[in-house]
């Protein structure tokens, strides 16, 4: 698979062995790739959420961010969930908020705080909810199922309705 790219510093972020850095784009053909699944048990749902975790964590060290997303924006790598579209990577301010100018294509999984009036300014954690509404979507059980749980814990912090009170982190 090649991915066309300009952002080759997010693909060295990655740190993936078997990928081919080529002029204007990536080549994955080296490395394993799955889709990922519709419907995810309580296991590959943890498995998900960490890897999107770790993710956001190595983006955020660098002062990036995630704008939009839809499930074909991801895709599992040598057992990794990794983001292939980097269109939708952003830098935020030393304030943790980012600037939009518009949205590029309707997305399923937009935050509350949202409005459809440009520019606007929104805190870091607006990936953070999309990611948990995603795995939520995608789990095989209802949140009410999984109750007392890492996992309800951690996609309800994700989801909370005021931006500087989100987090995402597994206890």
Known sequence: ?????????????LNINNIIFKPCGI??????????????NYKEAIKYF????NLI?????????????????????????ILINDNCIIDFN??????????????K?????FKYEF?????????????CSMIKNKLLLSLDNIKHTPLYYSINRGLHLEPNKRFLIII
Do not use: R
């Not at 960490?50 to 975790?53: A, F, N, P, S, W």
């Not at 660098?62 to 040598?78: A, Y």
């Not at 999984?109 to 705080?113: A, N, T």
């Open 50 to 53: 960490i890897d999107l975790q």
């Open 94 to 107: 030393k304030d943790n908020y980012f600037t939009i100018d518009k949205i590029l294509k309707p997305k």
């Open 109 to 113: 999984y937009i935050p509350p705080e």
């Open 27 to 40: 080549d994955l053909s080296n490395c394993n790739l799955k889709k990922i699944k519709n419907e995810l």
């Open 1 to 13: 698979m090649f991915i066309e790219t300009n952002n080759f510093f997010y693909w060295k972020l």
């Open 119 to 131: 520019p606007l300014n929104l805190y870091k954690s607006f990936c953070y909810y999309q990611l």
């Open 57 to 81: 964590y190595l983006l955020e060290k660098h002062n990036l961010t995630i704008t939009f997303i839809d499930d074909n924006d991801f895709l599992i790598v040598d057992g990794n969930i």
